[in-house]
């Protein structure tokens, strides 16, 4: 079946720092979405995908679909304690998810 | 608006025992979906629904029913629940067009623990 695969699990970064993610398929999409999740709660929608090529940002994170529509990218600059979560990538109409990137941000 | 609603929040089960997980969402989207989640790991699509009346199964369907008899509503049903499905349980809605993917969006989520 379809598989997103995610990358790196996790990520130790010191406040300020920049970050990088990717994911990865064999199949084609049309959606790429990327996720965020807290301790305790439901993942949260950060950006939304819908065309090959499209960057797209919502303040310190931008998200790319890749020109081949098998791949996205979400960048984070200049990292805050509060970045801190599990970070998903998710495509499809069934709507799969990576297996997720797990920050640590230290002061 | 409330968006996606699950409940209960928490529940322990016995093994052997069934119980129902609600969810409803008001925002009229067409797509809906419960997964599981196990600690420390990613979401597992456990059953889908394109819209009222069809519902199809995702990665891990053993050992559970779903039904879709409204647009707003998506129960999630555990028959005989066993020590495996002990998890927590995100049930998301998305609208989906012609023209893009759903944009879901996420319950509260359900801890379960079954003993």
């Known amino acids: 079946g379809q598989q997103l695969n995610q990358s790196p699990q996790s990520m130790f970064i010191q406040e300020g720092e920049d970050v990088s993610m990717n994911c990865t398929s064999s199949s084609i999409f049309n959606t790429w979405l990327w996720y965020k999740q807290d301790p305790g709660e439901g993942p949260v929608l950060l950006i939304a995908l819908y065309k090959a090529g499209e960057l797209t940002s919502n303040g310190r994170l931008t998200a790319q679909f890749g020109i081949t529509r098998k791949d996205s990218f979400l960048n984070i600059s200049a990292s805050i304690p509060s970045d801190v979560g599990i970070y998903f990538c998710?495509?499809?109409?069934?709507?799969?998810f990576g297996q997720g990137t797990e920050l640590s941000v230290k002061p | 608006n409330a968006g996606v609603t699950q409940t209960p929040k928490f529940r322990i089960l016995k093994i052997g025992q069934s119980m129902t997980l609600q969810c409803t969402q008001d925002?009229?989207?067409?797509?809906m979906y419960w997964y599981r989640q196990d600690p420390g790991m990613g979401l597992k699509l456990i059953y889908y629904s394109v819209g009222a009346g069809i519902t199809d199964k995702g990665e891990v369907p053993n050992g559970y029913n779903v039904s879709r008899s409204t647009t707003e509503d998506f129960p999630l049903r555990l028959e005989l629940a066993a020590p495996s499905q002990t998890s927590v349980y995100f049930c998301?809605?998305?609208?989906?067009?012609?023209?893009?993917?759903?944009?879901?969006?996420f319950g509260q989520g359900t801890r379960l623990t079954v003993v």
């Open positions: 925002m009229n989207h067409n797509y």
């Open positions: 998710a495509a499809g109409g069934k709507l799969i």
């Open positions: 998301a809605s998305g609208l989906r067009t012609a023209l893009r993917d759903t944009e879901a969006f």
